[in-house]
C-alpha cells in the first residue's frame, strides 16, 4: 500500500528511484535480553526473587505487593505456578533529542522493566529493557485531526 486507507497519508517519499518509509520505528529484541538474563546464574536466581519476598504486613513495597498483582495471579493460576514466567511493566515518553524549544520533532522510547527483579534492580540501567525507539513529528495528522 502506498497511503494510509484511513487518512489517505503518503507512507513514502520518493528520493531518487527509491521509496523511503515517512514514519520508522526501530526494533530491539526483548526475548534475546531476557533469554540472556536466565543464562548468567547470579541473574537467573534473581528472576524469582518475587516469589519467595513479598510482603507479610499488607504494605505495598514492590509490584507483587499490590492488588493488581493478586488479580493477575487469582485469573492466570497456571501462569503463576512457575515463578520463572516474565513479568514487564511498560513504559514510554515523548523527548526532543535536539533541545530545541522550537523543534517540533520528538522521539519515543518504549521501555520495558522487569518486575521479577527486587525492587532496588528494576529500574537499574543494567536491567531496563529498551525494546523501540519511534521517531517522528510531534504533531502527526490522523484522520484530519492532530494528535
Not at 533541545?99 to 520533532?105: L, R
Not at 518504549?110 to 531496563?128: A, I
Request: charged share 20%; with cysteine; hydrophobic share 45%.
Amino acid at each position: 500500500m502506498q497511503e494510509c486507507p484511513k487518512c489517505g497519508a503518503l507512507r513514502y517519499r520518493v528520493v531518487g528511484r527509491s521509496h523511503v518509509p515517512i514514519k520508522l520505528v526501530r526494533h530491539f529484541p526483548l526475548v534475546a535480553r531476557l533469554l540472556w538474563m536466565y543464562r548468567a546464574p547470579a541473574i537467573a536466581k534473581l528472576m524469582t526473587w518475587h516469589n519467595k519476598n513479598q510482603s507479610i504486613d499488607g504494605k505495598v513495597r514492590h509490584a507483587p505487593d499490590n492488588k493488581a498483582w493478586a488479580h493477575i495471579n487469582a485469573t492466570w493460576p497456571e501462569f503463576v505456578a512457575d515463578p520463572r514466567h516474565i513479568r514487564l511493566g511498560l513504559a514510554t515518553d515523548g523527548f526532543n533529542p535536539f533541545g530545541e524549544k522550537s523543534s517540533s520533532w520528538s522521539t519515543w522510547p518504549v521501555m520495558f522493566f522487569n518486575y521479577n527483579l527486587p525492587p532496588w534492580l528494576v529500574t537499574k540501567r543494567f536491567f531496563v529493557i529498551l525494546s523501540l525507539i519511534i521517531p517522528g513529528p510531534e504533531s502527526v495528522k490522523v484522520a484530519n485531526f492532530d494528535v
